[in-house]
């Protein structure tokens, strides 16, 4: 006689089964027995009957233990290991899921695939922590404000030089934009910003966090307090002062939690999509994510609630340019030359001494030399210019001295003479 296997009844099953032993016993009807449980009056009819001819494991659900008609094969599950462990290895069961249907036309669930990974050891369980902020609404317009943040990571995985992803998500509907630098500076956030206004246009705010490039730590100077400012501006924030774009700075990673997201999110999905693609250099990767950003945009971005788009038309490219830049005022000297970062520039075009000019360096990588704005000629010199001054000839004038013995002077009576005026000088 075979031993029958032992079932552990769930909570739930017991719960169920109390309803319908009442049912039994005539203590309540069974349309009384159907709300209870959330079932149908047919299904409360068929549970009596099983109850009543099985007992309690009559309760119990008939294709408990048993195979699902929907689990794969056995072949089918090592094939897509293999696959899994050939090329896609650190992938996570989303994007592997993903890719498997995408690039090996495999179709497979996606907590299947995860149960799959986890049963051979390629995944482990990730668990989240418990969220403890309160959690803001999207703003409502497109362009009402921007998240950006650079993010310094090895993208490439060695096969080329680290990189830095200046990353921009707009809050009401998070679209993405980004570009891939080789710093986090001043010129790569004027650079991508141009970029950003060139796609989209002028957005009203800015959200950044308080990197130096961004906003400055120093005090401000006596003539800024006079000009009633609180704070010293960076080159960015005086342009984007310019621009008419508010900076906002975010006191902690978590106040900009969506750009944040959004790059922890990259991290893992372009940094594996760009391995795919065989991506070695900067250039590739920018060509990459131009391509990569169409898709992922139609994909997860949303609508905004509003459907007014606050961004600003841009300005002329020459404007624009002109505003994103690093800008030095510098005194011009009597010569016509300037003096800026070890290098010498003079002044072709100065029909009027300027006092003081601005030298501007472009996101181009140029300089330019700019007064009341007008772009000034100029060259560099390698050299100082030699001063072409007119030095005055001094009249000669000889030096009196003792004359010689042969000096007519010193003929007869030059010893009475002598003597006459030593006794003068004596006296």
């Known amino acids: ?57 009559g309760i119990i659900h008939q294709l408990r233990g048993q195979k699902s008609n929907r689990k794969h094969s056995e072949e089918f599950e090592q094939r897509v290991l293999r696959i899994y462990r050939k090329e896609y290895e650190g992938f996570g069961p989303t994007l592997a899921q993903e890719k498997l249907e995408e690039r090996n036309k495999i179709v497979i669930g996606r907590e299947t695939l995860r149960q799959l990974l986890i049963r051979d050891g390629l995944w482990e369980l990730q668990r989240r922590g418990q969220k403890h902020r309160q959690w803001r609404e999207r703003r409502a317009c497109f362009g009402e404000l921007v998240q950006a943040d650079g993010s310094h990571h090895d993208w490439l995985e060695g096969r080329g030089p680290w990189l830095v992803l200046m990353g921009y998500i707009d809050d009401a509907t998070g679209e993405v934009f980004g570009w891939f630098y080789d710093y986090e500076g001043t010129m790569p956030v004027m650079e991508s910003f141009y970029r950003y206004v060139k796609r989209y246009g002028l957005p009203l705010s800015l959200y950044m966090d308080k990197h130096s490039t961004y906003q400055s730590p120093k005090e401000p100077s006596v003539e800024e307090q006079l000009e009633g400012r609180e704070k010293t501006l960076t080159q960015f924030g005086r342009a984007l002062e310019e621009l008419g774009v508010e900076l906002i700075p975010a006191h902690s990673p ?23 693609a065989g991506v070695k250099t900067k250039e590739e ?45 510098r005194v011009v000297r009597n010569d016509g030359t300037v003096r800026h970062e070890t290098k010498l520039y003079q002044i072709l075009n100065a029909a009027k001494s300027f ?7 472009r996101i181009d990588g140029k300089i330019y030399i700019v007064h009341e704005a007008r772009d000034l000629a100029y060259r560099e010199l390698h050299e100082p210019p030699k001063q072409n001054l007119q030095v005055k000839k001094k009249a000669f004038k000889p030096t009196p001295g003792i004359p ?21 000088l004596a006296a």
């Open 1 to 57: 006689m075979k031993a029958e296997r032992v079932m552990e009844v769930t909570n739930l099953e017991l719960r169920k089964l109390k309803v319908i032993e009442q049912v039994i016993e005539k203590k309540i009807k069974q349309k009384k027995a159907g709300a209870l449980l959330d079932l149908s009056v047919r299904q409360i009819i068929r549970l009596v009957k099983r109850v009543r001819r099985e007992g309690m494991k």
């Open 355 to 361: 006092k003081e000019v601005i030298v501007q360096e």
């Open 404 to 424: 010689p013995v042969s000096h007519p002077w010193k003929g007869a009576g030059f010893e009475q003479r002598q003597a006459k005026r030593q006794a003068a």
């Open 254 to 276: 978590q106040a900009k939690g969506r750009i944040e997201r959004l790059i922890k999110t990259f991290q893992d999905r372009v940094v594996k999509e760009m391995r795919l």
């Open 285 to 329: 990767a920018n060509q990459f994510l131009e391509t990569y950003l169409a898709k992922y945009n139609r994909r997860f971005s949303v609508k905004s609630r509003e459907q007014a788009n606050l961004h600003r038309p841009a300005l002329r490219d020459q404007e624009l340019r002109r505003i994103l830049s690093i800008q030095e005022k």
